[in-house]
C-alpha cells in the first residue's frame, strides 16, 4: 500500500540495485520475478526483479578481492552519471550482486565451491557479510555482466524512497533452474516471459509496481536475452523521476514527458503516465 502525502517532502532517496535476470527459454525471452512478502513495508506483495538498498560493506576494501582486472572507469561509464564517484559506482554493482545472491540464489560469478552456495546463502542472509561469503567460496564476481538499463528514483511524497538502479544480466538455461526464494522477504519467484506478465497483470493475477510494468513492457520487444543486453550496452540509462498527482478520478503518476511532469523531456519510452485502478498502477 502506497504511503502517500501530496504535501509532504520525503527523505533523501536511499541508493538502491535491481537486477532483471535474462534467460532464453523454450518461448524466447524470460525474466525472474520474485514476489515480495505481503508483510514487507515497501510493495508487499507486488512481483517485482531482485533488488534492494545498498549496505555500506558494498563499498568495502574487503570485497576488492573478489573482483580481480576490475574496469572501475568502465563500470562508471556506463551508469551514466557524473555526480558518482567511482567507489559508489562500484558498490552499486557488488549490491546488485550481491542482492541477486539474497534474493535469487544466483551467484553472479565464479566459485571453486558450488556446493557450498545453499549454505553460503544462508549465512548471508543470517548477516554474514559478502565478503567473508566469497572468501568462502572462493568467488570472483563478475560485474561486467550487469549492464545498467534504468535509473528510477521514487516521488518525494513518498515515505520510502529509493534511487534504484537496475541491470541486466543474462543467465544460462542451466544457471536459471537454480533460482530461488529465500523465504523471508520474497515468497515466490516465477520465470515469465515479458509479455506474459504484463498480461498477467493486467488480468489481476500478478501486481506490478510501475517501474517493473514498464520494464517489462519495453522488454518484450525484444526475443532474445542477448538482443535485450546489446541494446542496453548501446544506450544511456535513462533517469525517470516520477511525480504523483491527484485529480479528482484518481492518483496519476506522471513521468518526464507528460504535460503534469515538470521535466519536459521525455525520458524513457512507453506511455508518459500510470494510472491508479483499485489500489494497482496501469499505464495509460
Not at 73 to 89: E, I, K, R, V, W
Not at 92 to 117: H, K, M, N, Q, Y
Request: charged share 25%; aromatic share 6%; with cysteine.
Amino acid at each position: 500500500m502506497l504511503d502517500i502525502d501530496p504535501l509532504r517532502d520525503g527523505p533523501t532517496p536511499v541508493p538502491a540495485a535491481t537486477v532483471i535476470l535474462l534467460r532464453d527459454g523454450a518461448d524466447g525471452l524470460e525474466v525472474l520475478l520474485v514476489q515480495r512478502h505481503r508483510a514487507t513495508a515497501f510493495m508487499g506483495g507486488a512481483y517485482v526483479f531482485p533488488g534492494g538498498k545498498l549496505d555500506p560493506s558494498d563499498a568495502g576494501d574487503a570485497i576488492r578481492a573478489h573482483l580481480p582486472a576490475l574496469d572501475e572507469q568502465g563500470l562508471l561509464a556506463s551508469l551514466a552519471d557524473d555526480g558518482l564517484d567511482a567507489t559508489t559506482g562500484r558498490a552499486l554493482f557488488v549490491a546488485a550482486a550481491r542482492e541477486t545472491f539474497e534474493e535469487a540464489g544466483l551467484l553472479i560469478g565464479t566459485t571453486t565451491r558450488s556446493d557450498a552456495l545453499p549454505r553460503e546463502r544462508e549465512r548471508l542472509n543470517a548477516g554474514t557479510s559478502f565478503a567473508e561469503v566469497l572468501d568462502a567460496l572462493d568467488a570472483v564476481l563478475s560485474l561486467d555482466r550487469l549492464v545498467p538499463l534504468s535509473r528510477w528514483v521514487t516521488p518525494a511524497v513518498e515515505k520510502r524512497r529509493f534511487d534504484a538502479r537496475f541491470f541486466l544480466a543474462e543467465v544460462s538455461l542451466e544457471e536459471s533452474q537454480h533460482a530461488s526464494v529465500e523465504q523471508h522477504e520474497t515468497i515466490a519467484s516465477r520465470w515469465l516471459g515479458p509479455a506474459e506478465a504484463v498480461a498477467l497483470h493486467l488480468d489481476g493475477q500478478i501486481d506490478l509496481p510501475p517501474p517493473t510494468l514498464r520494464t517489462l513492457e519495453l522488454l518484450s520487444r525484444h526475443a532474445s536475452a542477448a538482443d535485450a543486453v546489446r541494446e542496453a550496452r548501446q544506450a544511456r540509462p535513462p533517469l525517470v523521476r516520477p511525480v504523483f498527482h491527484a485529480p479528482a478520478d484518481g492518483w496519476i503518476l506522471a513521468l518526464p514527458g507528460d504535460p503534469l511532469h515538470p521535466e519536459p523531456a521525455r525520458a524513457i519510452e512507453g506511455s508518459t503516465r500510470f494510472v491508479c485502478r483499485d489500489a494497482r498502477w496501469f499505464s495509460a
